[in-house]
């Protein structure tokens, strides 16, 4: 389920995300240890969910986590490939 729109969807269609040192960090081969959490690969599902707060809650972790490894992320996996 994407912790953005709240929409459930297949793995393959959603990115999972772990809480690293106070930073939410893409792991797209689904490798890396501690709790997850899964979005969309679109940027309108990252700013709902952080306009939602929704990683603090997802992660279980208090106060505002550092999304910007995720931005770059979706954003290099919309851009066009030539």
Do not use: I
């Not at 953005?4 to 040192?21: Q, T």
């Not at 709902?48 to 550092?66: K, V, W």
């Amino acid at each position: 389920m994407c912790v953005g729109c709240r929409e459930r969807a297949a793995k393959s269609n959603l990115v999972r995300l772990v809480a690293v040192e106070g930073a939410v960090v893409p792991d797209p081969r689904r490798r890396l240890p501690g709790r997850g959490a899964s979005l969309h690969l679109d940027l309108a599902c990252l700013d709902l969910a952080e306009r939602r707060r929704a990683f603090p809650r997802a992660f279980r972790l208090a106060g505002p986590l550092d999304t910007c490894r995720v931005r770059r992320h979706l954003e290099d996996t919309a851009a066009p490939r030539s």
